[in-house]
């Protein structure tokens, strides 16, 4: 349904080691950069994060990325913490979401809430 997703960010430069990083786990990485913006993806840029452009404060995002397996949530997960984000939920099975939702959540420099999430079985 989504054909991209763009987010404000408050530091560039934080948000770019912080995405650099957790995303090439996932095995997207940046594909665009016109100054600070920059667009992430696989076959094409599909995250976007930009400067904040007001005054007002942000409001706390979700978002989910896809992992191709349990393994590559857990890579996502370690990224993560090696870069010194806060963890919300360690990877674990999320039955009440389905039996094989596979997920972990962490915030990013931001605040938001950024999980990888496989729904593959084993």
């Keep these: 349904m989504?054909?991209?997703l763009g987010i404000q960010v408050r530091d560039v430069p934080a948000s770019r080691a912080f995405?650099?990083?957790v995303l090439a786990t996932l095995g997207a990485r940046r594909m665009m950069e016109f100054g600070d913006v920059l667009g992430y993806g696989?076959?094409?840029p599909d995250f976007w994060i930009s400067p904040v452009t007001g005054d007002?404060?942000?409001h706390e995002t979700h978002i989910a990325f896809t992992a191709a397996s349990r393994a590559a949530v857990q890579a996502f997960h370690d990224a993560a913490v090696?870069?010194?984000a806060e963890v919300l939920h360690a990877p674990r099975i999320w039955p009440e979401y389905h039996p094989t939702y596979y997920g972990a959540f962490v915030r990013?420099?931001?605040g938001n809430n950024?999980?990888?999430?496989?729904h593959a079985p084993e």
């Design 2 to 4: 989504l054909d991209h």
């Design 19 to 21: 995405y650099d990083t």
């Design 42 to 44: 696989v076959d094409r």
């Design 56 to 58: 007002g404060e942000g």
């Design 82 to 84: 090696a870069t010194g």
């Design 108 to 110: 990013d420099p931001d």
């Design 114 to 118: 950024v999980e990888a999430v496989c």
